[in-house]
């Protein structure tokens, strides 16, 4: 485990509320936490744009479930690929918020896409039209 916390059940907690953003959880304790094997890859930092896609649909339905992920400006550490969907994982520093900006904060992780992840910020635009304009970039 990587988890500076003392106990990883608050970590736990959180994962079990992302499912199925997140990997299931079977079991967890003070020191472990025992899920889903997933058997894809980690996000790579050249993804493509279908890559780009699953990691930001995955981001916004964390988003609707009011879980913010504190460490996903770094999708290459915390989003995995397995076939045709994004696991987003490690939610050791993870809150729950009102209004989470997962999305944003995956857009902001790319040069090309700042603007667009201002624009989604300031509700400019809506994720539908967020994806179609990625193609735009990627």
């Known amino acids: ?3 500076p916390k003392p106990s990883m059940e608050q970590e736990c907690s959180y994962q079990r509320n992302a499912f199925p953003v997140s990997p299931k959880v079977f079991s967890c304790g003070k020191n472990f936490i025992v899920m889903q094997r997933i058997n894809g890859y980690m996000f790579p930092r050249k993804p493509s744009v279908e890559e780009v896609k699953l ?3 995955a981001a916004r339905n964390l988003e609707l479930l009011h879980v913010q992920h504190k460490e996903i400006a770094r999708p290459w550490k915390n989003v995995m690929i397995d076939k045709d969907r994004a696991f987003i994982l490690d939610y050791d520093s993870a ?5 989470p900006n997962n999305v944003s904060k995956i857009l902001s992780s790319f040069k090309e896409t700042r603007e667009l992840s201002i624009k989604y910020s300031k509700r400019e635009i809506d994720f539908n ?3 179609e304009l990625i ?3 990627f």
């Open 135 to 137: 193609n735009l970039y």
């Open 95 to 99: 809150t729950f918020k009102p209004s």
């Open 129 to 131: 039209k967020l994806l």
């Open 1 to 3: 485990t990587d988890s």
């Open 55 to 57: 990691a930001l649909i």
